[in-house]
């Protein structure tokens, strides 16, 4: 799909050099290199800072070590010569910085941690570390206007977890989590294709690759959440108490469960932070132009073992790059859930920057079955040229980024992920209008709102074609295909641990949002925001092909087939939310532990509409407002409370 210039190719060569060295041969001599979660406001203070114009663009590949992080910061003080900043501005990021900087040895109770500092007895490298606990108790709950059964939910956990530094260059963090979690949801249906009614398998008799027509089935979001704001957080498996066996392993916690996590990291930086590195299982995100909006690798996207880096010589200039092993969705038999879904994950960006006002990106992802292939995870070598080397047999995918930024007033950008494209030049009129034509869009600004500290407004909208992120089942030539007499090809769409690797709407879908942030004071944070989605149906007599990460596109003539046409709300049954939400967070200064308060309501409002005619039949029809038990309409007030403590 597209090729580096030479300087590009010379200057991921010298990244991987360096890169190997650093990661084999790095001399200990304290600065903490380990990472600071996704899900920290600290993020979205940075961006505000980046839109003031007080900070340059840091790299896209997320999350952020709390030594950058400090450096940030204080490059934001250094910079707001001006008075940008407002007195409580200044004072959120003073107490920012306190928060990352290391405890003096000793115990601290308003922390929750313990430190110690010491050296090595010879060559007076230091060594320093914290230990510490946290908690999060959180419930929520759902009333239907229908006068559907009220639905409630938790998901409370507790995490132990040490990290520190040994020398400048090293940094480690371990956490183990345990879940205390409830998140019931309906089953919509269980007549939902993986490919579409009527499908050949076969039109030539010679096809042996493992496309197989089968029933899925089709759960609802969390009943007591708000859509799309519920995070798969447990490994592989949850356990309900009174079942505590290897038999009584669980891949959803319909009712209330216990369920462990583990993640953890090692880390380093070199060169003053030319070079960054890390080895571990966390949340990441890359390429997004907002914060939780990237479409090819998402903050919502569940951790998994990767080895990564960044290699950023100027400000003008970013290449990361990492390679990871993908999990897979824990089924009743543990054995046939993992045979089909041994797979990995590459991904590769090139950021370019002029100065604090225009930004492009681009890179390459590849979904690859497990096999030992170097060339994914070598910089050098281009995902997509690549595949052609080793037979196809994998899930490729593209992406760019452009943003244009006013300093102090706001940004505008426009991000696309194109999921094994075909251009087809010599018919780009049906590039709208064809299945084959895979590839996610989003368009958005965001301004800054003067007199409020730290306060912006979004307005992003978001398209998921059919099909996006999926991809057909193989039978590969290194794997038994058979498990149990049952066919297994490989399963290779764009997820890990059934959660999409992307944004977090399905495929068939769209979303425009409308989004107000907000810290009105120095302890508290805010938000308003209004959502509507819209997403074909996965289930019933109208249900749409391509809906659903499970969907598989036709092999047979895709690019000419009238069947594998797409014409959104016109081709079948669409689900509409309408979600008001408003929530804030507040850190209690005057307790003796950590303790930070939050909140969030709001109304649900969800309907179907459905066509006349027969629904993936390649024809455009009139769409109309429906209510069936089917594709009923729900209006659901949800409130959600929790309370956190070192988190």
């Not at 990661?23 to 001599?29: D, I, P, R, Y």
């Not at 940008?84 to 290391?102: G, H, M, N, P």
């Not at 996590?261 to 571990?280: H, K, N, S, V």
């Not at 094994?420 to 064809?434: N, R």
């Amino acid at each position: 799909m597209y090729l580096y210039g030479s300087v590009f190719v010379s200057r991921k060569c010298c990244f991987l050099t360096v890169l190997m060295f650093c990661v084999f041969g790095f001399s200990l001599t304290a600065q903490s290199n380990v990472s600071v979660p996704v899900h920290s406001e600290i993020y979205y203070v940075l961006e505000m800072a980046q839109m003031k114009g007080l900070l340059s663009p840091l790299p896209g590949a997320k999350p952020y070590t709390k030594k950058q992080i400090l450096e940030a910061i204080d490059t934001i003080f250094n910079t707001d010569t001006g008075g940008v900043l407002t007195e409580k501005e200044r004072d959120i990021l003073q107490r920012s910085a306190r928060a990352f900087r290391r405890d003096d040895p000793g115990l601290n109770w308003q922390r929750g941690t313990y430190s110690f500092a010491k050296e090595t007895p010879r060559m007076k490298i230091p060594i320093t570390g914290e230990v510490g606990a946290g908690i999060q108790v959180s419930f929520s709950g759902g009333v239907f206007a229908e006068g559907k059964d009220p639905v409630w939910g938790a998901d409370n956990l507790f995490t132990l977890y040490t990290n520190g530094d040994v020398g400048e260059h090293f940094s480690y963090r371990f956490n183990f989590l345990g879940f205390l979690t409830r998140a019931s949801r309906d089953i919509l249906g269980n007549d939902y294709l993986n490919y579409y009614e009527g499908f050949e398998r076969d039109k030539n008799g010679n096809y042996e690759k493992g496309y197989i027509n089968e029933y899925i089935t089709t759960y609802s979001e969390p009943l007591a959440f708000f859509p799309y704001t519920y995070r798969k957080t447990w490994d592989g498996f949850v356990v309900e108490p009174g079942e505590i066996s290897a038999t009584g392993l669980n891949p959803w916690p319909q009712h209330f469960a216990i369920a462990p996590m583990l993640l953890g990291e090692m880390d380093g930086a070199f060169f003053d932070e030319i070079i960054t590195w890390r080895f571990g299982r966390l949340r990441r995100e890359w390429g997004g132009m907002d914060h939780g909006h990237s479409l090819v690798f998402n903050s919502t996207a569940q951790p998994f073992m990767a080895l990564e880096a960044t290699f950023k010589p100027a400000s003008w200039f970013s290449f990361s790059a990492l390679t990871g092993s993908l999990e897979y969705n824990y089924d009743k038999d543990m054995k046939l859930s993992a045979w089909n879904e041994q797979n990995n994950f590459s991904i590769e960006v090139v950021e370019l920057n002029y100065k604090n006002r225009f930004h492009l990106d681009f890179g390459s992802t590849a979904v690859w079955p497990n096999r030992f292939q170097l060339g994914y995870p070598f910089p050098v070598k281009n995902n997509f040229l690549y595949q052609d080397a080793l037979g196809d047999l994998d899930n490729m995918g593209f992406f760019f980024n452009i943003k244009g930024q006013r300093p102090g007033l706001g940004k505008i950008w426009f991000s696309a992920f194109l999921d094994e494209i075909d251009p087809d030049i010599k018919q780009l009129s049906k590039f709208f209008e064809m299945d084959r034509k895979m590839y996610a869009t989003q368009a958005g600004a965001k301004a800054v709102i003067p007199g409020l500290p730290f306060s912006s407004i979004s307005l992003i909208y978001t398209k998921i074609e059919p099909y996006t992120y999926t991809h057909n089942r193989n039978y590969v030539p290194w794997n038994n295909n058979t498990y149990d007499g049952k066919p297994m090809p490989m399963e290779t769409a764009y997820m890990n641990a059934g959660v999409g690797l992307g944004y977090y709407l399905p495929p068939n879908s769209d979303e425009l949002l409308i989004r107000f942030d907000t810290m009105p004071a120095l302890n508290t944070t805010s938000f308003f925001q209004y959502q509507m989605i819209v997403h074909g149906a996965a289930h019933g007599p109208h249900s749409v092909d391509g809906s659903s990460y499970s969907s598989e596109l036709d092999p047979n003539d895709r690019n000419e087939n009238l069947v594998l046409r797409k014409f959104f709300l016109r081709d079948g049954a669409y689900n509409w939310q309408h979600i008001f939400m408003i929530g804030g967070e507040h850190t209690i200064t005057k307790s003796r532990v950590p303790l930070r308060v939050f909140a969030k309501t709001g109304i649900v409002y969800s309907f179907y509409t459905d066509i006349d005619g027969k629904p993936n039949s390649g024809q455009a029809f009139d769409y109309k407002y429906i209510d069936t038990p089917v594709y009923p309409k729900t209006t659901e007030f949800i409130l959600t409370l929790g309370i956190r403590i070192n988190m």
